[in-house]
């Protein structure tokens, strides 16, 4: 692979097998489509692009188990980067399995459970990153290379952009994904300083609320999953040892409920430290806290005020709830589509203007590992 932001790039790199590698793939090239696409509509402004580099560069921490304390990490990534399950289980004596998970919530049927739902969650996060990249990166390739003409036909270049976006999914009777691109259009087309940065920041949030939509069962049934699942996998990994566990089946649901509880606990800390974060070059922003503003800025940039934008106003009336600044923006419930678009609408708002989103994701090191069809090493355990 090289990197590029072609229509063939992107194909080739939603093809990639290895979740990982793909998904270090789709953070570069989101990073190469924003310097592209801010070229084009405003070096000094961020796009829908810019933030979707770190929201991918987080995917790929959170499927690699950065944030997880040490000691639950070296027990769930796999030798190829992955948090998962090799569907190996330490094996146990009948009852006593049973009585080494009542006396020992940590047993190995409990990290086999949790091994198994983290596996689950990083396929989910993997699937869901790459097929919000193949629905938006695609028309934004098309709008970099038709507004890049020499002798651009901004017609025809608005045609092609719309019309690959047809057929995407609505939200609230809308092509969201068209909407986006279509603004963007529109902005190349200003002569104003503030309707196109009003522009901009309109067809970035109609992409975020695209993307967010598309993303909803991804992020409600990894929210759900330690504690709707828990109790069924447990009874099913204990079974697996026991050869007497079906003649008391009906006290076993009763007998498990501390270790699947701890399960659950266990889970609603792991989706903090996962979910519920974003990593940028700011450092580690919780989504579950309220959108800080910019030291030394105003946290909305001078020339969204006045409103000339009908449509950007209308998204901000629709998804940033409060229109205070950055007051009661962290996503309580981060499974709530309304309260994800809040805190969304207060980050874009927020950092229209931050450049410093424009920074490369990755070192020398990692890019090199990259271009060599190659994992970095620092991503890989050494198999047992």
């Known amino acids: 692979m090289n990197r590029a932001i072609s229509l063939e790039h992107i194909k080739q790199v939603s093809v990639i097998e290895d979740r990982v590698l793909r998904n270090l793939w789709?953070?570069?090239?989101?990073?190469d489509?924003?310097?592209a696409l801010g070229a084009l509509l405003d070096r000094g402004t961020c796009n829908w692009c810019t933030f979707a580099t770190w929201a991918s560069f987080t995917v790929g921490g959170n499927m690699r188990g950065d944030a997880l304390p040490s000691w639950l990490r070296q027990r769930v990534l796999l030798p190829d980067g992955l948090m998962g399950s090799d569907g190996s289980s330490s094996p146990g004596h009948d009852w006593n399995a049973l009585r080494q998970l009542l006396d020992n919530p940590q047993s190995h049927h409990v990290l086999d459970v949790t091994r198994g739902l983290l596996g689950e969650m990083a396929i989910n996060l993997s699937n869901g990153n790459t097929e919000v990249f193949v629905e938006i990166a695609p028309p934004a390739s098309l709008f970099v290379e038709e507004f890049s003409a020499p002798s651009v036909d901004t017609a025809s270049a608005r045609a092609k952009v719309l019309?690959?976006?047809?057929?995407?999914?609505?939200?609230?009777?809308?092509?969201r994904l068209r909407a986006g691109y279509s603004l963007w259009c529109d902005a190349m087309a200003s002569q104003s300083a503030t309707e196109r940065s009003q522009l901009i920041l309109a067809g970035s949030l109609q992409l975020g609320v695209h993307e967010q939509n598309h993303l909803q069962p991804v992020i409600a049934s990894s929210m759900d999953m330690g504690i709707?699942?828990?109790?069924?996998?447990?009874?099913?990994s204990i079974a697996m040892h026991s050869h007497v566990l079906s003649s008391v089946e009906q006290g076993v649901d009763l007998a498990l409920h501390p270790a699947t509880r701890t399960i659950a606990d266990l889970w609603d800390g792991i989706m903090t430290a996962t979910l519920a974060t974003i990593t940028s070059p700011e450092g580690t922003m919780r989504l579950d806290?309220?959108?800080?503003?910019?030291?030394?800025?105003?946290?909305?940039?001078?020339?969204?005020?006045?409103?000339?934008?009908?449509?950007?106003?209308?998204l901000l009336s629709r998804f940033e709830r409060s229109r205070r600044p950055g007051r009661h923006s962290g996503a309580r419930d981060w499974a709530s589509f309304d309260d994800r678009m809040d805190f969304i609408a207060n980050l874009f708002v927020s950092r229209h203007h931050f450049e410093p989103l424009y920074a490369a994701p990755f070192?020398?090191?990692?890019?090199?590992?990259?271009?060599?069809?190659?994992?970095?090493?620092?991503?890989?355990?050494?198999?047992?």
């Open 228 to 236: 709707n699942q828990a109790a069924a996998r447990l009874s099913q």
């Open 363 to 384: 070192d020398d090191a990692t890019l090199a590992a990259m271009l060599e069809d190659q994992l970095p090493a620092s991503m890989t355990v050494q198999s047992a």
């Open 26 to 31: 789709v953070t570069q090239t989101y990073a």
């Open 163 to 175: 019309d690959a976006c047809d057929g995407a999914p609505e939200f609230e009777g809308v092509n």
């Open 289 to 314: 806290h309220d959108v800080p503003a910019i030291l030394g800025q105003p946290f909305d940039p001078p020339e969204l005020s006045p409103t000339v934008v009908a449509d950007l106003e209308v």
């Open 33 to 35: 489509l924003s310097g």
